[in-house]
């Protein structure tokens, strides 16, 4: 009995941004969409996901001095900005005096996106993407895919090659309480004798 070949996952073109999809198909990375309910945050896409939060790349707008930056980290991380600096300080020869991130509005205009939308994949910006070495000890992760109901999961190692990040120590594992309640139902009643 021949074997059949299993097909190459096609980007959905209607689900995600037309660059995106363009993107990924002339990368020929191997790459998986996933369909979710709309998220806000890293944190809420690992819960929804059920994927373990250091498996969620969370995608930060930076300036530095006077450049952007997307700078990726694990979900379950904190920014450093004196690291972030002195990384961006140690590719460019230049001492970085200032790293910020910029509200929101900046953000839209800058990248020309929705409120909110931002993707995990600099290059459709034209700018350079960092990458904490945290994310990189994940065999794979979720990447944001400007689209609040659909992400790309894909191998961290060819997200890196992809966007050729720079890879450093720039963020600091934070605590995450994970508060457990009790499912709401009826209570059971209990019998006097």
Do not use: W
Request: glycine share 6%; aromatic share 6%; with cysteine.
């Amino acid at each position: 009995m021949p074997k059949k070949k299993l097909a190459k996952q096609k980007t959905p073109i209607k689900k995600l941004p037309a660059k995106l999809v363009e993107y990924l198909e002339k990368s020929g990375v191997s790459h998986k969409v996933l369909e979710h309910r709309t998220v806000y945050t890293a944190l809420d896409a690992a819960a929804t996901m059920r994927k373990k939060v250091g498996e969620i790349a969370k995608s930060l707008f930076v300036k530095a001095d006077k450049n952007y930056y997307l700078v990726l980290l694990p979900a379950d991380y904190n920014l450093d900005f004196n690291k972030l600096g002195k990384c961006i300080g140690a590719q460019t020869k230049k001492e970085v005096k200032a790293v910020k991130i910029p509200g929101e509005k900046i953000m839209t205009e800058a990248l020309k996106i929705k409120k909110g939308a931002i993707s995990a994949f600099g290059k459709l910006y034209k700018i350079p993407v960092i990458v904490d070495k945290g994310l990189a000890k994940a065999k794979k992760a979720v990447f944001s895919s400007g689209h609040f109901n659909y992400s790309i999961e894909m191998a961290v190692k060819d997200f890196v090659r992809l966007e050729n990040a720079i890879l450093g120590s720039i963020g600091v594992k934070k605590k995450i309480k994970i508060i457990k309640s009790k499912p709401i139902g009826k209570k059971k009643n209990k019998k006097k004798k």
